[in-house]
């Protein structure tokens, strides 16, 4: 099992750019989330979805969008990029309520 | 509002030293809590989720408590390594997976830095 993996581990974006960040699981989990990370700041979320085809929104939704078409993938969509999304961004699952929470690697993104 | 705090913010230990890290949670309802430890530059891995009748889990040298009446919890790091070194960070669940907050709730985390 790869586990969870995201693509790209970097990117540097310019103001008002579009981008999509990876996020591909291979254990069969059914909830998938994206956080973002800020210095100092607790994770926060973004984006969840509680299995294929169901998306809603997190604590931080604005400037992002989701879809979820497969169990596997879970992408996130950054639309006019801007500098408040500098970040690093988490993709997560869990198999089912409860379990536990597997993370991704991260993906560091700057806008400039 | 659902809230989890860390303390302290960061702590710096001699390696071979115990140490106790404090999670202070006004999550509600309760679910679980989970300790986590990130490694810089890398994603959360957890270390125990705790039930509400869970009092105490163990994962090697970590010890995590409960106390579901003060809404307290602590992560005991023992003999600490060099490879302690990272963020330990505290969640709290409320159980809505379906929820707006997709039910965990995220402390700011501890940073601790073990010295040789």
């Known amino acids: 099992n790869a586990g969870v993996t995201q693509t790209p581990k970097f990117r540097i974006l310019k103001i008002g750019q579009s981008m999509t960040l990876q996020c591909t699981q291979d254990m069969n989990h059914n909830y998938m989330y994206w956080y973002r990370q800020d210095p100092g700041m607790g994770l926060k979320l973004i984006y969840y979805s509680v299995g294929a085809g169901i998306t809603d929104k997190g604590e931080v939704p604005n400037g992002y969008n989701v879809s979820r078409s497969t169990t596997e993938d879970f992408p996130l969509r950054l639309e006019l990029a801007a500098p408040s999304q500098t970040s690093v961004y988490f993709c997560?699952?869990?198999?089912?309520?409860?379990?536990?929470?597997?993370f991704g690697p991260g993906t560091r993104l700057t806008v400039l | 509002k659902n809230q989890v705090e860390q303390s302290p913010q960061s702590l710096i230990i001699l390696e071979g030293k115990n140490c106790t890290l404090q999670c202070n949670y006004t999550v509600s309802p309760f679910s679980n809590l989970r300790w986590y430890k990130q490694d810089t530059g890398r994603g959360p891995v957890s270390l125990t989720i705790?039930?509400?009748?869970?009092n105490t889990k163990s994962n090697g040298r970590y010890t995590a408590t409960l106390d579901a009446d003060t809404k307290q919890s602590s992560l005991h790091i023992t003999a600490s390594q060099l490879s302690d070194s990272a963020s330990y960070i505290c969640?709290?669940?409320?159980?809505?997976?379906?929820?707006?907050?997709?039910?965990?709730?995220f402390g700011k985390g501890t940073k601790l830095s073990v010295k040789p």
């Open positions: 969640v709290v669940s409320d159980g809505n997976y379906g929820g707006s907050q997709g039910n965990l709730i």
């Open positions: 997560a699952s869990i198999r089912r309520a409860g379990n536990e929470q597997f």
């Open positions: 705790m039930t509400f009748s869970e």
